[in-house]
C-alpha cells in the first residue's frame, strides 16, 4: 500500500507562484508513474502534469503547459508541480496520484494511489 500526502497548497494572486510536493511513502518509489489532478467546484477531475517513473517521459494539461513544471526526487519518494504565472482559472483542489506502473497515464482511472488534496486559490 502507497501512501500519498500533498503539500504547499495556499491562496496567491494572479501571476504568483506555488510549488506542491507530493510525498509517497514505500521504497519502490521509481516504479510508480505520477500525476497531478485537480478539480474545480462544479468541474470534472483533470489530468494537470504526469510523469514516468524514471522521469524521462512527462506530459503536460494544454491549460497549463509553458507555466507548470512536473519533477520528481526517486531518492526523496517525492514528486513536485511548480507552478508559475498562475490564474484565476488555475483554482481548485490539486491530488497526487500513482499508478503501478512506470509508464504514465492521462486517465484518472489508471491511478491506483491519490492523496487527500490540497487546495489553490488565485485571486485576481
Known amino acids: 500500500q502507497v501512501q500519498l500526502v500533498e503539500s504547499g497548497g495556499g491562496s496567491v494572486q494572479a501571476g504568483g507562484s506555488l510549488r506542491l510536493s507530493c510525498l509517497a511513502s514505500?521504497?519502490?518509489?521509481?516504479?510508480?508513474?505520477m500525476g497531478w489532478f485537480r478539480q474545480a467546484p462544479g468541474k470534472e477531475r483533470e489530468l494537470v502534469a504526469a510523469?514516468?517513473?524514471?522521469?524521462?517521459?512527462?506530459y503536460y494539461g494544454d491549460s497549463v503547459k509553458g507555466r507548470f513544471t512536473i519533477s520528481r526526487d526517486n531518492a526523496k519518494n517525492t514528486v513536485y508541480l511548480q507552478m508559475n504565472s498562475l490564474k484565476p482559472e488555475d483554482t481548485a483542489v490539486y491530488y497526487c496520484?500513482?499508478?503501478?506502473?512506470?509508464?504514465?497515464?492521462?486517465?484518472?482511472?489508471?491511478?491506483?494511489?491519490w492523496g487527500q488534496g490540497t487546495q489553490v486559490t488565485v485571486s485576481s
Open positions: 514505500g521504497r519502490t518509489f521509481s516504479w510508480y508513474a
Open positions: 496520484a500513482g499508478r503501478t506502473y512506470s509508464f504514465l497515464s492521462s486517465r484518472s482511472y489508471e491511478y491506483d494511489y
Open positions: 510523469i514516468s517513473g524514471s522521469g524521462d517521459v512527462i
